[in-house]
């Protein structure tokens, strides 16, 4: 079992910027590809973004390329999401995931691990 743990997330401008962080905790957490993916209300859960074992390989969805950066510290078993130029569509509850697969994937059902989410709101 893999425990995720998200925080950071909160209220904030357009145009602002936040850093969500997801803690994780009982299993090696460099075996793992970990994702965020996002919730808004009413609509379907989608990929954000992505990152390998070792960081090297980090594929974003279209709608957040070169405004958000997904990296991971090993050491300290905690994936970020550092969210820069948000815009108020970027509203949602942020889902941190594990994937024990050796490739990427951006489909949620492919991920066998999830946090409970933090919410994410951007005032226009």
């Known amino acids: 079992q893999v425990q995720l743990v998200e925080s950071g997330g909160g209220l904030v401008q357009a145009g602002g910027s936040l850093r969500l962080s997801c803690a994780a905790s009982?299993?090696?957490?460099?075996?793992?590809?970990m994702a965020w993916f996002r919730q808004a209300p009413g609509k379907e859960r989608e990929f954000v973004a992505a990152?390998?074992?070792?960081?090297?390989?980090?594929p974003y969805a279209d709608s957040v390329k070169g405004r958000f950066t997904i990296s991971r510290d090993n050491a300290k078993n905690t994936v970020y999401l550092q969210m820069n130029s948000l815009k108020p569509e970027d509203t949602a509850a942020y889902y941190c995931?594990?994937?024990?697969?050796?490739?990427?994937?951006?489909?949620?059902?492919?991920?066998?691990?999830w946090g409970q989410g933090t919410q994410v709101t951007v005032s226009s």
């Open positions: 009982g299993r090696t957490f460099s075996n793992y590809i």
């Open positions: 995931a594990a994937s024990g697969n050796w490739l990427i994937f951006t489909t949620q059902g492919m991920y066998d691990y």
């Open positions: 990152i390998s074992r070792s960081g090297s390989s980090t």
